[in-house]
T-cell receptor, first 115, second 113 residues
Framework: EAGVAQSPRYKIIEKRQSVAFWCNPISGHATLYWYQQILGQGPKLLIQFQNNGVVDDSQLPKDRFSAERLKGVDSTLKIQPAKLEDSAVYLC?????????????FGPGTRLTVT | GNSVTQMEGPVTLSEEAFLTINCTYTATGYPSLFWYVQYPGEGLQLLLKATKADDKGSNKGFEATYRKETTSFHLEKGSVQVSDSAVYFCALSRLGGSYIPTFGRGTSLIVHP
């Protein structure tokens, strides 16, 4: 079974520019997560989708971050405009169902550097 | 809010040594607890989990027991190998209200031959 795909793997932008990340979850997985992992820290959940609806986005900085999951399959996370503190690895994960005991499958991540 | 605290790394061991990585948590209710591992150059993957108090999760020789009385989920392995070198993340999640998985900072393990 194919894993979670993410692109690009690396991105370097200047502050105030825009950037978008793409994620394709495991086929059939209804739940999709975006995380931000700053160097030396654990992943922090930004947004969780169940199919194409948002379950939780309480930790998403909505003034600059946005995400969508059209058709309940792949998803895009956008940052506009970027700040220096957005430098991090952005992880996408999926699970077959939402719920506290379901395993999440992670993609390789996109490493963003904002200069 | 919920939080997870892990021991700081790196943890450096010789092959065949005993491993303990401490993890404690703060949460209301009854979270499920997880250990994820990230090998060099790879994404996070689930190592083991426990969904209720006194459950023991195990996989690849690693074990962790869900201790509600001490709010802990320490990871152990009796004999580590060089191939176990990775970053280990303790995590919790719970259902109710909003579901927010919470991860610790990660503990780097380095195993020398």
């Amino acid at each position: 079974e194919a894993g979670v795909a993410q692109s690009p793997r690396y991105k370097i932008i200047e502050k105030r520019q825009s950037v978008a990340f793409w994620c394709n979850p495991i086929s059939g997985h209804a739940t999709l997560y975006w995380y931000q992992q700053i160097l030396g820290q654990g992943p922090k959940l930004l947004i969780q989708f169940q199919n194409n609806g948002v379950v939780d986005d309480s930790q998403l900085p909505k003034d600059r971050f946005s995400a969508e999951r059209l058709k309940g399959v792949d998803s895009t996370l956008k940052i506009q405009p970027a700040k220096l503190e957005d430098s991090a690895v952005y992880l996408c994960a999926s699970s077959s169902k939402a719920g506290s005991s379901y395993e999440q499958y992670f993609g390789p991540g996109t490493r963003l550097t904002v200069t | 809010g919920n939080s997870v605290t892990q021991m700081e790394g790196p943890v450096t061991l010789s092959e065949e040594a005993f491993l303990t990585i401490n993890c404690t948590y703060t949460a209301t209710g009854y979270p499920s607890l997880f250990w994820y591992v990230q090998y060099p150059g790879e994404g996070l993957q689930l190592l083991l989990k426990a969904t209720k108090a006194d459950d023991k999760g195990s996989n690849k020789g690693f074990e962790a027991t869900y201790r509600k009385e001490t709010t802990s989920f320490h990871l152990e392995k009796g004999s580590v190998q060089v191939s176990d070198s990775a970053v280990y993340f303790c995590a919790l999640s719970r259902l109710g209200g909003s579901y927010i998985p919470t991860f610790g900072r990660g503990t780097s393990l380095i195993v020398h031959p």
